[in-house]
């Protein structure tokens, strides 16, 4: 398959994608999940990926004309698991072992909880790779489980979610559906129980690990109000680490279920702190209108959300949202952003941040700057990598 000098360009740098119209000629009779050579208009090698036929084209896997076999993954997931060597908190076992783009296997993810291994794929064109990657998984890992989940791209409109399946089956592991078996896995020593088949419903945000980190100095004695906390994983840290006060609060009622149950699973008494099934914005309003008053406020929201205070769109709202939040920390108190669409510039992360302080007539400066975690790299040669933005800031005058 012959590509134009763009696209040998970016493959030459370490770019895995080659987009439909950067095809030098035109490809008849290939299926998704074929294995293609590449090739620049000069003849050079390219390396060997998948044929898609989506927004991309191909994926390639290696720079080399080599086979797409159970050694090339084996080969794949020695080198992720050598970046990840000593970067894995002690106690922690729930974590990424492949991050797509940014560990050469373009589409591909792998997630660890305990020993049950979580494989989402990108595309159903990705599928014939799966023989060879689950024996490279069960060589390097012998996991309990091996279940497979897919995260269609929004870019491939046309595309619906697959439901997941159970690809391998240790004989002394449960033989539970992937819908249904859950488990306990650990972050830095506390405990949260998940489903590992549930992809970005599993119970864990692994991405946030380093940033929940970040923050161990910062809940002693602090009131702390975490907004869309989903299964309340922040919140489980700061009443742990000696929170006087935690209010979780998430719109959906089972993300307060399970958030109700990582405490107690914690030993923290889920009657001795406090949990909001409640919209975020209702809910800034309404402690607002209370003249209440935190000493550190988090927002972590997703993409968009629609809920009864209205429509929102991280591209958009963020300002507003951080002006609701800015309005309700106590004098010398904490506000806490996170951001993880990549499309939101860190520059226009911090824009709307700074926009928000001068809106709620509060003044800001910024005491801690987080991102992704190590098993999260973000390959420099693949600009989409970096996605996650956190900000902490000390906010000063009254609101
Ligand atoms: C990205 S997750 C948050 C992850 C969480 N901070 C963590 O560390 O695990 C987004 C959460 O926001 C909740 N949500 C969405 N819209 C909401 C709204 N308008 N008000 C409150 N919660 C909302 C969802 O139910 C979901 O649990």
């Not at 506000?335 to 302080?357: D, I, K, Y």
């Amino acid at each position: 398959m012959v590509v134009d000098n763009h696209s040998a360009g970016w493959l030459s740098k370490g770019f895995p994608w080659v987009y439909p119209k950067e095809l030098a000629r035109p490809v008849r009779s290939l299926q998704p999940g074929n294995t293609v050579q590449l090739q620049g208009l000069d003849g050079r090698a390219l390396g060997a990926g998948l044929w898609d036929d989506g927004w991309l084209a191909v994926r390639r896997f290696r720079e080399d004309p080599g086979p797409l076999d159970a050694a090339l993954f084996h080969t794949l997931l020695q080198a992720a698991a050598s970046r990840r060597r000593g970067m894995i908190p002690t106690k922690t076992d729930a974590w990424r072992l492949a991050h797509a783009e940014n560990d050469d296997l373009p589409g591909v993810r792998v997630d660890a909880w305990g020993d049950d291994l979580h494989i989402t794929l990108d595309s159903p064109g990705l599928r014939s790779l799966l023989p060879p990657l689950t024996q490279a998984l069960i060589e390097l890992y012998d996991p309990a489980r091996v279940t497979l989940g897919w995260r269609c791209d929004p870019r491939d409109k046309q595309r619906t979610e697959l439901p997941s399946s159970l690809l391998h089956r240790r004989p002394d592991a449960s033989d539970a559906s992937p819908e249904t078996h859950q488990r306990v896995v650990h972050e830095r020593g506390m405990a949260f129980q998940v489903f590992p088949a549930g992809g970005s419903d599993a119970g864990m945000f692994c991405d946030m690990r380093s940033n929940r980190a970040l923050l161990d100095e910062f809940w002693s004695e602090r009131s702390v109000l975490n907004l869309f906390a989903y299964t309340g994983a922040f919140s489980v840290f700061a009443a742990a680490r000696g929170a006087r006060r935690v209010v979780t609060a998430d719109l959906a009622a089972t993300a307060i279920r399970r958030a109700q149950d990582n405490f107690a699973l914690n030993g923290l008494e889920p009657d001795r702190w406090e949990f909001e099934r409640a919209d975020s914005f209702k809910l800034l309003d309404r402690y607002r209108r209370r003249g209440e008053r935190f000493d550190l406020v988090l927002a972590d929201p997703p993409p968009f959300s629609h809920g009864p205070g209205g429509t929102f769109s991280i591209g958009k709202d963020l300002g507003r949202l951080s002006t609701a939040c800015l309005r309700i920390v106590e004098p010398g108190g904490l506000f806490v952003l996170a951001c993880n669409q990549g499309t939101v510039a860190p520059r226009a992360f911090h824009g709307a941040v700074e926009q928000a302080a001068r809106k709620a007539g509060r003044r800001l400066h910024l005491v801690l700057d987080g991102t992704q975690p190590p098993d999260f790299p973000a390959a420099v040669h693949f600009p989409e990598g970096r996605y996650l933005k956190l900000g902490v800031w000390s906010v000063w005058g009254s609101p």
